[in-house]
């Protein structure tokens, strides 16, 4: 067993403390490369998200992540929350059939499918310079071990998020300035940092 429906709650909790402790963060680096409303847009977003879990009594992780994603589309202006609402909306059907408890095969399966919405959402791939260029390295190696490593979750996902710094943006707002991408973060991929280093922490618990 790998994730409990508890263990979920405290996921979202936990990420939703990170988004709202860096929200002038994230919209800073949004303000660098797009419209500088990324860390509203999260703060926002996940606020929702805590009111509506909050309230809610929860049988199974795939009803957790099924109110996440709605709560992401539908209050989220911008392109990140329908991209994060798809990835949490293609989790929770992936893990429809798990009830109270995820392994971890069915999680990594989760993550796969998490991602593939967020790519067919948003029609970009690995080295655009977006979300993806966290969520695309997280699962590689979910795939490659038999077990998470917290520690190594973590540090992959913080390698990731460093290298989009290195990254001509050619998805999104960010693509509009082309060279002048290069040397910033991007936004996105920050915040999906932020959700596995939350990851990371409800594990290692
Ligand atoms: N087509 C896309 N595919 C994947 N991620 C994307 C795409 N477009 C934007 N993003 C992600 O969304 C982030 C911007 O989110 P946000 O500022 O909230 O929305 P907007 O770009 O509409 O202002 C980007 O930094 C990037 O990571
Ligand atoms: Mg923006």
């Known amino acids: 067993m790998l994730l409990t429906v508890q263990d979920s709650i405290n996921w979202i909790r936990l990420t939703n403390g990170k988004v709202q402790e860096n929200r002038e963060y994230l919209t800073t680096l949004d303000q660098a490369i797009g419209d ?62 798990n009830g109270k408890e995820v392994d ?10 998490g991602l593939k919405g967020i790519v067919m959402r948003g029609k970009a791939k690995e080295g655009d310079k977006t979300m993806i260029d966290v969520w695309a390295p997280v699962l590689k190696l979910l795939k490659e071990s038999e077990e998470v490593d917290p ?11 460093e290298a989009t710094k290195h990254i001509k943006a050619t998805k999104g707002r960010a693509a509009y300035l082309g060279d002048r991408s290069i040397e910033h973060i991007d936004p996105g991929a920050m915040s999906s940092y932020y959700l596995f280093e939350a990851l990371a922490e409800v594990l290692s618990t």
């Open 151 to 161: 520690e190594q979750l973590a540090v992959t996902a913080k390698v990731a998020v």
């Open 36 to 97: 500088g409303d990324h860390g509203i847009n999260m703060s926002r977003g996940f606020n929702e998200v805590m009111s509506k879990v909050h309230v809610s009594e929860y049988e199974t992780v795939a009803e957790v992540f099924k109110d996440v994603a709605m709560t992401l589309i539908s209050k989220v202006g911008g392109a990140s929350g329908p991209l994060y609402g798809t990835a949490f909306l293609k989790m929770s059907t992936a893990l429809k059939g």
């Open 104 to 113: 971890f095969t069915s999680f990594t399966n989760a993550i796969d499918e």
